[in-house]
C-alpha cells in the first residue's frame, strides 16, 4: 500500500462528521468569548466627559487623594491610567506620564484578552470546513469508482442510483465549507469591532491623562519647580 492509498483509507474511515462537531465547537466558543469580551469592554467605557469634569474640580481645589479615589471607583480604562499617573504626582510630571503609559499598555494587553481566538478562528475555520469538504469529495468518488460497471456496478437503474449517491454525496461534503464560513465570518466582525472598541478606549484616556499631567505642570512643590527649571 502506497503513503496516498494508506492516507485515502484513513480519511475514508474518519469521514467528514468529525470536522463539523469540531467547527460547532469552535463556534460555540467563539459566542461564548464575544459575549464576555463585550460585556468587559461595554463596563471599561463609562462617562469619560462627567468623570473628567469632577476630577478636575478636586485637582483645582488641591483635593489629590479625593481625585484617587474618583478614578479607582470607577471601572473606565481612562481612570485605571490617570490613576497610575496621580499616584506618582510627587515624583513629577515624567515619572507620572511613564506610569501612565505602562498603565495603558497592560489594560490593553487586558482588553485584548482572547481575541487572538477569534482572529485565528476567523482566518482558519473556512480551511477547516474546506477540509471536511475534501473529504466528503474523496469519499465520493471512492463511492463512484466502486459503481463503475468494471468494478461491478451494474448499468442502466443501478448506475443511476449510484451516481444519485455521489452527487447526494458531493452536495453533503460541501456543507462542511459553508459551516466554516457560517463560524468565521461572526468571528472576524467581532474581532474587528472589538480592536475599534479597544482603540477607542485607549485613546479616550488622554482626556483624562492629559488633564493629570496638566494639574501637575501647574503644582508649586519642589518637584514642580524642579521641573519646570
Known amino acids: 500500500m502506497t503513503p496516498i492509498d494508506a492516507l485515502q483509507q484513513l480519511f475514508l474511515r474518519a469521514g467528514a462528521g468529525w470536522v463539523l462537531w469540531l ?5 460555540l466558543v467563539s459566542v ?9 469592554l461595554r463596563a471599561r467605557g463609562g462617562d469619560l466627559r462627567g468623570l473628567a469634569g469632577r476630577v478636575a474640580v478636586l485637582l483645582q481645589a488641591g483635593d489629590r487623594d479625593g481625585a ?3 478614578l479607582a471607583a470607577s471601572p473606565s480604562v481612562a481612570a ?5 499617573g496621580l499616584r506618582l504626582a510627587d515624583r513629577g510630571p515624567k515619572a507620572a506620564e511613564y506610569a501612565m503609559q505602562s498603565a495603558l499598555a497592560l489594560e490593553r494587553g487586558q482588553l485584548e484578552r482572547g481575541l487572538i481566538f477569534l482572529g485565528t478562528l476567523g482566518n482558519n475555520a473556512p480551511f477547516v470546513g474546506l477540509l471536511g469538504t475534501v473529504i466528503g469529495v474523496i469519499a465520493a468518488f471512492e ?6 460497471p468494471g468494478h461491478g456496478g451494474g448499468t442502466g ?13 458531493i452536495a453533503e461534503a460541501l456543507v462542511a465549507t459553508a459551516v466554516g464560513l457560517l463560524v468565521a465570518l ?11 472598541k479597544i482603540t477607542s478606549l485607549c485613546q479616550g484616556s488622554e482626556a ?3 488633564l493629570v499631567l496638566a494639574y501637575m505642570s501647574d503644582t508649586t512643590g519642589p518637584e514642580g519647580q524642579q521641573e519646570a527649571r
Not at 468569548?33 to 460585556?39: F, I, P
Not at 485605571?80 to 497610575?84: D, E, K, P, R
Open 23 to 27: 467547527l460547532g465547537l469552535l463556534s
Open 32 to 40: 461564548a468569548l464575544t459575549v464576555e469580551r463585550w460585556l468587559v
Open 68 to 70: 484617587l479615589a474618583l
Open 80 to 84: 485605571a491610567i490617570a490613576a497610575a
Open 143 to 148: 463511492e463512484l469508482g466502486h459503481a463503475a
Open 157 to 169: 437503474a443501478a448506475s443511476q442510483v449510484a451516481s444519485n449517491a455521489v452527487m447526494s454525496s
Open 186 to 196: 461572526p468571528a472576524v466582525a467581532a474581532y474587528n469591532a472589538f480592536q475599534r
Open 208 to 210: 483624562l491623562t492629559n
